[in-house]
């Protein structure tokens, strides 16, 4: 299986879409794109990316890279084009919808979900750039029909722009980013909402508060979508972070300061690269 | 007011205190250092700082840079030493105890806080480095007695190295500490033990997410000095986060994406460098 298609279709050019584009246009790929904003469509054709439109030619991979809340009916509307695509794939950070979405158009034997855990706080074209899925974790969900032959062709994508895989279910997925992607971005954002209402901004903190409040400059319209998407999982981990803090409050109002030291070691242990959990399910099987 | 002073003694060379001997080591300053750990006054020997002890020569500026919860105890035992000292100073995180320290000890005229706002997650000597106070914000905290030549030296001093001063009185530093640093450390550590409680490493979250997670891995035991001796400010910021995350929570639980969004970009706001607070009080004279 070669990891380069002959023509791809890559649906949305912001950060995820833009960055996979201009990968592989630089394999040689002829890439059709499609953008709702026509500046993104013409600053992505001088990168190469021929703009998608009526009649263009059919792909052998398609990418959905579009906001996760309008990936079903953007999956609806493309998939009477795509007959002759041997791979359908997607960039969004949630899976359960967009997976049965595709099950429910018939696309499931075709179908793999994907999720790149590679964004930043910046979003759009202009941040997109060539380098992005270098050593990042790609998630790969297959659906329930998913052939070997396409999840074979997914992987062989991902890992061609550099992606490292691992291939869970819908359901494992949305739970385990909860923790991993969601929370972190409700943490920092929270941390933004708290200083905002104080009148304080990020000139006020030093270089460890920045990195920690970074992402809560993220595109909201793109979190709102993920966070409502993924609404059941994402409240119990709001509920443990709520739970943690009181946790220290109750620590700091117990005047024990040995108690207040192994809060924060506890939470040391969890930024340690030897946490349990760091180096595991990393690959599922060995890279190349 | 030259920035550089002819003898100092640096008492405790971690981060703050080990970069701050480097860069007057690096300026001419005859610097005689301390610390309770001998490995660390070796290599801070190598890197041309005189060991302290019996008899050393008296300095004309004293620099405190040992945990704040041992600070009164140091400052107890060096007062007998330091009677020509022109400059006594710190580099805490928390003023309030320390300044009242040095008001009982009969040292609050020639005594001014000092709390450069340049550490990260990374403690000890082996991570003080020169250009750590590079366009730092450095708070300067008088006593009630402390004399402008006193707090002209002080301000040479940090400036000397790099940092931008603003002067507050403590409590006023205390408060507002508890929001611009040890809030986002305390958000970064609670996300920690959250992780670590369901064995998920660091190596599973994303760039982004690792930013957030990062300064969970600031020494425990500085922090537990830090959030004792403020508990009374960080209670109510840790308790405005908890808050805040609720709102998010209630926000999802009434499936309105708009409210979700409103949420996200509430953060948002805070992040931007043009969020209101960013850009004032970042110096209380110009530089120079």
Redesign the interface.
């Known amino acids: 299986v070669t990891g380069v298609p002959e023509r791809a279709w890559v649906v949305g050019l912001g950060l995820i879409g833009g960055s996979l584009a201009r990968e592989l246009v630089a394999r040689g790929v002829e890439v059709v794109g499609w953008d709702a904003d026509p500046a993104t469509l013409r600053a992505a054709a001088l990168a190469g990316v021929v703009p998608g439109g009526p009649g263009a030619a059919p792909p052998d991979t398609v990418v959905l890279a579009v906001p996760v ?1 309008d990936a079903p009916e953007a999956l609806r509307r493309l998939a009477p084009e795509i007959g002759g695509a041997r791979l359908i794939t997607d960039a969004g950070s949630t899976k359960r919808r967009t997976i049965a979405a595709a099950e429910a158009l018939g696309l499931g034997e075709r179908f793999v979900g994907a999720h790149p ?5 910046r979003g759009g074209w202009a941040a997109s750039r060539p380098g992005l899925f270098r050593g ?2 790609v998630y790969l969900v297959p659906t329930r029909t998913t052939t070997g032959a396409a999840a074979a062709l997914a992987r062989a994508l991902w890992e061609a722009v550099g992606g490292r895989c691992e291939t869970m279910g819908a359901a494992e997925h949305d739970r ?1 980013v909860a ?3 969601h ?27 920045r ?8 595109p ?2 793109t ?3 993920i ?2 998407d993924n ?1 059941d999982e ?2 119990p ?6 739970a ?6 109750a620590a ?2 117990s ?1 024990d ?2 108690r ?20 595991r ?2 690959l599922d099987r060995p890279p190349g």
Do not use: K, N, Y
């Open positions: 809340g855990m590679a964004g930043d706080h990042a974790r385990r923790w991993t992607s929370l972190p971005q409700a943490v920092s954002s929270a941390l933004g909402a708290v200083l905002s209402r104080r009148s304080i901004g990020p000139g006020a903190l030093g270089p460890g508060g990195d920690v409040l970074r992402l809560a400059g993220s909201a319209a979190w709102a979508d966070a409502t609404a994402l409240e981990a709001l509920a443990a972070l709520e943690e803090l009181g946790r220290l409050r700091l109002g005047g300061r040995d207040v030291e192994a809060w924060f070691a506890a939470g040391g242990a969890g930024a340690s690269t030897s946490a349990a959990g760091s180096g399910a990393c």
